[in-house]
Nanobody, 129 residues
Framework: QVQLVESGGGLVQAGGSLRLSCAAS????????MGWFRQAPGKEREFVAA????????YYADSEKGRFTISRDNAENTLYLQLNSLKPEDTAVYYC??????????????????????WGQGTQVTVSS
């Protein structure tokens, strides 16, 4: 199975940027569709962005469209999330997740947390106003 470790979180002022990384080990991410979720204090975990195994298909939550960019580098075995124009309401722990995909579903994006099998431990993003 794959192990996921997020990094790149931190404290940033509103309007700033961060780049989150999710390094995989154990197995190559070239077998998985992947995504990012976040959880703010007192709130449920919510979908942020997802990317297909092949084809570069992406999908974003409405509040993130135009501000966040998900990408993957299968050769580096790493998933990324570029966060721009950050707002205080983006403050949360950000998690990456992976799920194996079947042949015929390789271009599918997965947006529901229940469909993901593997999760990282999360990285804290704090946006000050």
């Amino acid at each position: 199975q794959v192990q996921l470790v997020e990094s790149g979180g931190g404290l940033v002022q509103a309007g700033g940027s961060l780049r989150l990384s999710c390094a995989a080990s154990g197995r190559t991410i070239s077998s998985y569709a992947m995504g990012w979720f976040r959880q703010a204090p007192g709130k449920e975990r919510e979908f942020v962005a997802a990317i297909s195994l092949i084809g570069g298909n992406t999908y974003y939550a409405d509040s993130e469209k135009g501000r966040f960019t998900i990408s993957r580098d299968n050769a580096e075995n790493t998933l990324y999330l570029q966060l721009n124009s950050l707002k205080p309401e983006d403050t949360a722990v950000y998690y990456c997740a992976a799920t194996p995909v079947r042949l015929g579903k390789l271009t599918r994006v997965v947006v529901t947390s229940a469909e993901y099998n593997y999760w990282g431990q999360g990285t804290q993003v704090t946006v000050s106003s």
